[in-house]
């Protein structure tokens, strides 16, 4: 079955400055990459998704890249605000599954 | 809308007892999941639904059973609670398939058992 590795665990970054998170996947046939945000003691919700078919999507201070060959893919955040303090989660699906398989999740500080 | 809500929103347990976790939603999603997330573990799958009437197993399925009798409900029993499963459990719903769609998660459910 999949399985999701997400780096680094824990990650600080200064206010401002950019955050980056990535994430490897093993099964090739995946084709479905979310990323959700999990602030402190609330549930997690999506901030942005990528397909198999582009290598990159935007979203304001967001961005998601795609390495199919490399099976990787990994999430930017730039202009880092003291709200994007929160635990961040990869995940990834294949198109013939209905579950997506999550990594262990990333734990972002904005220092001030 | 709601969205998703679960019951309750905290319990504790013996080892031993036994109880039922209900997730409900008023989005109309054919899809429902269970989660536990536990430090430093992530979110781990323990059964989903692709329909009502229909379940499946995740990644850690053992302890626990499941059913979706309604649309709306999914309900996670566990029939003989372990410390083990200490834990914040999530309920979560979509659309369509997981693969396309996104997953909208209710608030969680913490259970200590001692």
């Known amino acids: 079955g999949e399985n999701v590795e997400q780096h680094p665990s824990t990650l600080s970054v200064q206010e401002g400055d950019s955050a980056v998170i990535k994430c490897t996947y093993s099964?090739?046939?995946?084709?479905?990459f979310p990323w959700y945000k999990q602030e402190l003691g609330k549930r997690p919700q999506l901030i942005i998704d990528i397909r198999s078919n582009v290598g990159e999507k935007k979203d304001q201070r967001i961005a998601v890249t795609l390495n199919k060959t490399a099976k990787h893919f990994s999430l930017h955040i730039t202009e880092t605000q003291p709200e994007d303090s929160a635990v961040y989660f990869c995940a990834a699906s294949m198109n013939r599954d209905d579950k997506i398989i999550f990594g262990k999740g990333t734990r972002l500080h904005i220092l001030p | 809308n709601a969205g998703v809500t679960q019951t309750p929103k905290f319990r504790v347990l013996k080892t031993g007892q036994s109880m039922t976790l209900l997730c409900a939603q008023d989005m109309n999603h054919e899809y429902m999941y269970w989660y536990r997330q536990d430090p430093g573990m992530g979110l781990r799958l323990i059964h989903y639904s692709v329909g009502e009437g229909t379940t499946a197993k995740g990644e850690v399925p053992d302890g626990y059973n499941v059913s979706r009798l309604k649309k709306q409900n999914f309900l996670l029993g566990l029939e003989s609670a372990a410390p083990s499963q200490t834990s914040v459990y999530f309920c979560?719903?979509?659309?369509?398939?997981?693969?396309?769609?996104?997953?909208?998660f209710g608030p969680g459910t913490r259970l200590l058992v001692l």
């Open positions: 099964d090739s046939a995946s084709n479905y």
């Open positions: 979560a719903s979509s659309q369509a398939s997981s693969g396309k769609e996104t997953q909208y």
